[in-house]
Structure formats: structure tokens, C-alpha cells
């Protein structure tokens, strides 16, 4: 599985933008999908991911303002963005972990998300 994250950019706290992860392959729907992010100077850390039934989950920092969601037809995973925080800065990466296990075997090249106060 090859990912291709997009959708970075630079915003005003309190702004939205809504990333995008294209997977190739054909088991895409078979997968959990993950964000992370790694800020700078800090570790990775989990974000939010979508299961391959569509159940989702969140970090704490994250709940209640950003959404993750699949469409398993375009082979795409979104984590919509809303209320950013500048703190929110970081590299944001997608992975995928098969649907038998909770790790991440795969992992997109990340998009930098830059939150201004």
C-alpha cells in the first residue's frame, strides 16, 4: 500500500482545512486508516483513525474539533480540520494498519499543517 497525504497549509487559529490521503491498492476498505502528527522538536503522536467498519476514534487534544471519515470508493481517507489551534502545528502523516492487527505498516510521506496566532 502506497499513501499520498495532501491538503497542508497555512491558516489562522480558529480556521479549517480538511486533508486528503489517497491509498493505491485494492484492500484500501480493508484497512484501519491513521493520522499522526509530529511537531516540531516533539515525538510522533497519534491523532485519529477510521477503522475499516467506519468506527472512528480521537486523541483527547483533537476530539470534538477534527472528524476523520473514508470513502473507500475513491481509495481516500479526509481528517477535516475545524477550530485550529496553533498548537495544531505539525507534519501530518496517514498510515494504514491491516485489519487484523493495530499496527501501522504503512505510512505517507505527511503534509505540514502551519496554524498562526
Known amino acids: 500500500v502506497q499513501l499520498q497525504a495532501s491538503g497542508g497549509g497555512l491558516v489562522q487559529a480558529g480556521g479549517s482545512l480538511r486533508l486528503s490521503c489517497v491509498a493505491s491498492g485494492r484492500t484500501f476498505s480493508s484497512y484501519r486508516m491513521g493520522w499522526f502528527r509530529q511537531a516540531p522538536g516533539k515525538e510522533r503522536e497519534f491523532v485519529a483513525y477510521?477503522?475499516?467498519?467506519?468506527?472512528?476514534y480521537y486523541a483527547d487534544s483533537v476530539k470534538g474539533r477534527f472528524t476523520v471519515s473514508r470513502d473507500n470508493a475513491k481509495n481516500t481517507v479526509y481528517l477535516q480540520m475545524n477550530s485550529l489551534k496553533p498548537e495544531d502545528t505539525a507534519v501530518y502523516y496517514c498510515?494504514?494498519?491491516?485489519?487484523?492487527?493495530?499496527?501501522?505498516?504503512?505510512w505517507g510521506q505527511g503534509t505540514l499543517v502551519t496554524v498562526s496566532s
Open positions: 477510521v477503522s475499516w467498519s467506519g468506527s472512528t
Open positions: 498510515a494504514a494498519a491491516p485489519r487484523a492487527t493495530t499496527t501501522y505498516n504503512y
